[in-house]
C-alpha cells in the first residue's frame, strides 16, 4: 500500500462473536475432517467456573481446535474475491480492481481501488458469512482511505503525506506500558 498505484481504499471487517457463533451444521457438512470426531469436539462443552456447559453453537474459545475450525469455515473467502474481482478488460484497457483480501484468524482487511467496490464486497461478506452463521458487526466494520488509516492486529496503518507508516496502535501500546508498568513496580516491592 505504500505506492501511489497501490489500491488506496480498506475494508476493516470484524466478525460479531466469531468463535462463538460458527454453525454446527455447516461445519459438519463442509469440513473435510472425520464427522464423527468433530461432531464429539463441537458438542463436548467448556468448563468455566467449575461447570460444564453444553455447546450448541460455535467453537470454544481458547479450545486447542477453535483457530482450525475458525480458519476452515472463513477459507474460500479469498478465492471468491480473487475469482469475482480479476483483472478484466473494461472499454478496451486492462482494469486491475486491486482486491486484496487479508486475513488472520477472524480478522481481515480487503483492499481495492475504489470506495465501490468496498461496498460490493461487504455485501458479498455478509452472504459468505451468513451460510456460516457468522455475521460482520455494523459498528466495527468499516470503509476507510489509506490517508485516514485503519487498525489490524494491533498496529495502525495509515498514509502521511504519501508515506505509508505502520505503528502499533495506542491501545496496544497501552496495554504494552501496563504490563510494564507492573512488572517494574512488582519486582520493586521485593
Not at 464427522?35 to 463436548?44: A, D, G, I
Not at 483457530?67 to 473494461?90: H, Q, S
Request: aromatic share 10%.
Amino acid at each position: 500500500m505504500s505506492k501511489d498505484s497501490s489500491p488506496q481504499w480498506i475494508l476493516e471487517g470484524d466478525i460479531k462473536g466469531c468463535f462463538d457463533h460458527i454453525s454446527h451444521g455447516w461445519l459438519l457438512d463442509n469440513v473435510r475432517i472425520d464427522r464423527q470426531v468433530l461432531e464429539k469436539w463441537l458438542k463436548s462443552g467448556v468448563v468455566f467456573n467449575k461447570l460444564l456447559q453444553p455447546t450448541t453453537e460455535g467453537t470454544p474459545q481458547g479450545g486447542i481446535i477453535s483457530p482450525t475450525l475458525a480458519n476452515a469455515t472463513l477459507d474460500g473467502m479469498e478465492r471468491m474475491l480473487k475469482e469475482m474481482y480479476k483483472a478484466r478488460y473494461v472499454d478496451g484497457k486492462l482494469y486491475y480492481p486491486k482486491v486484496n483480501p487479508v486475513r488472520y484468524a477472524d480478522d481481515f482487511i480487503v483492499t481495492a481501488d475504489k470506495r465501490k467496490t468496498l461496498e460490493e464486497i461487504k455485501g458479498m461478506l455478509t452472504d459468505f458469512l451468513g451460510k456460516r452463521g457468522l455475521t460482520l458487526s455494523e459498528e466495527k466494520t468499516l470503509i476507510t482511505h489509506i490517508d485516514d488509516g485503519f487498525g489490524f492486529l494491533s498496529f495502525n496503518v495509515r498514509k502521511y503525506r504519501g508515506t505509508l507508516l505502520v505503528k502499533p496502535s495506542k491501545k496496544s501500546r497501552k496495554r504494552f506500558t501496563e504490563k510494564l508498568h507492573e512488572v517494574i513496580f512488582k519486582r520493586k516491592r521485593r
